[in-house]
């Protein structure tokens, strides 16, 4: 099975990204244009949500409009970075549940650890988005969905500002099944596993932490 990446290529898009990645803009317009970015792909990633019609009343006449449908959604926010792209996710889904996965690299066996995970009771029953400004060596990403998936949870996206092909090969290789949105494939890792030529330290910039 090969995985879904959606590289988003809108011009607005494009272009807040552009504004995004500059080393000269302000840790107060980083923050906005990451939120205006998670928006937009929240919207790209919630396309095939399903619809059903509901009867409503307009002040003109009687209609069947869609609304949605199917699953509830949850938002997976991995610690820290996930949390700058919650604001502009839930700016589109005001009524997502919201989930956290804390993750920290073991420096002998370069593992991911978790330290802190906490869910909805009823997250098997909800679409999970699992958000992470940068999707670098794939390894948290990874690890978040395993354990979502040990959770009962079956339906999952993931969603990044930015991939490192490494990251989305990782990704592809132990769930094939989730689809990768994200709004650009950089080049490659660095060997200090910074996506070149990236944004930076995704975390300090929106936490203004350097
Ligand atoms: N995490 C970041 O914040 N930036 C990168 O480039 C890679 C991982």
Redesign the pocket.
């Known amino acids: 099975m090969k995985a879904e990446v959606q590289e988003i290529r809108h011009p607005l898009v494009q272009h807040k990204l552009t504004h995004a990645r500059s080393a000269d803009t302000t840790t107060d317009n980083f923050r906005r244009l990451v939120r205006e970015l998670a928006a937009m792909l929240a919207y790209e990633a919630t396309r095939d949500l399903p619809t059903e019609l509901s009867r409503i009343r307009t002040p003109v006449a009687e209609c069947d409009a869609p609304i949605l449908a199917g699953k509830k959604l949850c938002i997976v926010s991995i610690l820290r970075?996930g949390n700058g792209i919650l604001d502009g996710m839930i700016d589109l889904l005001p009524g997502a549940r919201i989930g956290h996965i804390g993750l920290y690299r073991d420096p002998e066996t370069l593992e991911p650890v978790e330290y802190y995970f906490k869910v909805p009771d009823d997250v098997a029953e909800r679409l999970v988005i699992v958000v992470d400004?940068?999707l670098?060596t794939g390894n948290s990403a990874v690890a978040a969905i395993s354990r979502l998936k040990e959770c009962g949870v079956s339906s999952l996206k993931f969603v990044s500002i930015l991939a490192a092909p490494e990251g989305i090969a990782t990704l592809a290789e132990f769930h094939p099944d989730v689809p990768i949105f994200t709004a650009a494939i950089d080049e490659k890792l660095n060997e200090h596993?910074?996506?070149v030529p990236?944004?930076?330290?995704?975390?300090d910039r929106i936490f203004g932490t350097q």
Do not use: E
């Open positions: 970075a400004p940068m670098a596993g910074y996506i990236g944004l930076g330290d995704a975390g």
